[in-house]
């Protein structure tokens, strides 16, 4: 298999882990999770010149946000495996290891931090959310998670 399919299934496999610590945390503790309809609508504005809102809740619907949305944070994570793959190469994906795997998934949380959120409207770091510290831990965890599927995936890779 080649080294693509590799960064792929890892990808994938990271984000759904992601995703399923996102159902399981709601179920368990209450709360509301990213509404990836919404990451669409930010995207879709993006052709239109319009890379900040006020609030997106607010902002006019787009055209296909939901499926924009989806994609792009399954996208995201794939590239993101690949930044893990090429810095730890080849090697790593054939025997990986906790340490970089956790590193690039902590790391991955400076993108909504330093992008996501202040162009949706939640400001940096979720500032201008009602909850600043509490929003920062949930990402903070849950981009951990994403670096412990990186693993867990890279483990499971049946190539």
């Not at 590799?6 to 945390?25: E, K, P, Q, S, Y």
């Not at 309809?37 to 879709?44: C, K, N, P, T, Y």
């Not at 319009?50 to 055209?63: E, G, L």
């Not at 970089?100 to 931090?113: D, K, M, R, S």
Request: charged share 10%.
């Amino acid at each position: 298999m080649t080294l693509l399919a590799i960064i792929f299934f890892i990808g994938v496999g990271a984000t759904a882990i992601m995703d399923l610590w996102g159902w399981l945390r709601q179920r368990l503790f209450g709360g509301k999770g990213l509404d990836y309809g919404l990451v669409g609508r930010w995207i879709a504005h993006m052709p239109h010149g319009r890379f900040r809102h006020d609030n997106i809740a607010d902002a006019p619907k787009m055209p296909g946000e939901r499926l924009i949305g989806w994609s792009a944070h399954y996208g995201i994570g794939i590239a993101f495996a690949g930044l893990l793959v090429g810095l730890g190469g080849a090697e790593w994906a054939a025997r990986p290891t906790l340490g970089p795997a956790l590193a690039v998934g902590i790391g991955t949380v400076a993108a909504p931090f330093f992008l996501m959120q202040p162009g949706m409207g939640a400001g940096i770091a979720a500032s201008r959310t009602p909850r600043p510290n509490a929003a920062r831990l949930q990402s903070l965890l849950t981009h951990a998670v994403f670096g412990l599927g990186l693993y867990v995936a890279a483990w499971a890779a049946p190539f």
